[in-house]
């Protein structure tokens, strides 16, 4: 019973840890790029960049010209159509 509750209490540590990790709204939303070449993420920061990871697993910092970055889209788009999402849903 013992080793059940301790199982138990260690999983809740780890699942809560790793969810916690996954999206820092405080952050700039820089992506860990690791066997992920090609992920394009919004910047926290500033709604005209994005990073992409490239090839060699960094993420690169790229910027929309005149334009708003739209992280359902993945792309660049008009302000008139822009509009601003919670950084971690």
């Not at 209490?9 to 699942?15: I, P, R, S």
């Not at 820092?24 to 992506?31: E, L, M, Q, R, T």
């Not at 709604?47 to 960094?58: I, R």
Request: charged content about 15%; hydrophobic content about 35%.
């Amino acid at each position: 019973m013992k080793s059940a509750l301790v199982f138990l209490c260690l999983a809740l540590f780890v699942g809560v840890s790793y969810g916690a990790s996954i999206c820092n709204p405080d952050g700039d939303g820089k992506p860990d790029c690791a066997g992920r070449a090609g992920l394009v993420t919004r910047d926290f920061w500033d709604p005209t960049h994005y990073w992409v990871c490239d090839s060699s697993g960094n993420a690169v910092l790229e910027q929309c010209q005149l334009q708003g970055f739209d992280p359902k889209t993945g792309g660049c788009v008009d302000w008139s159509v822009w509009q601003w999402y919670a950084p971690c849903p």
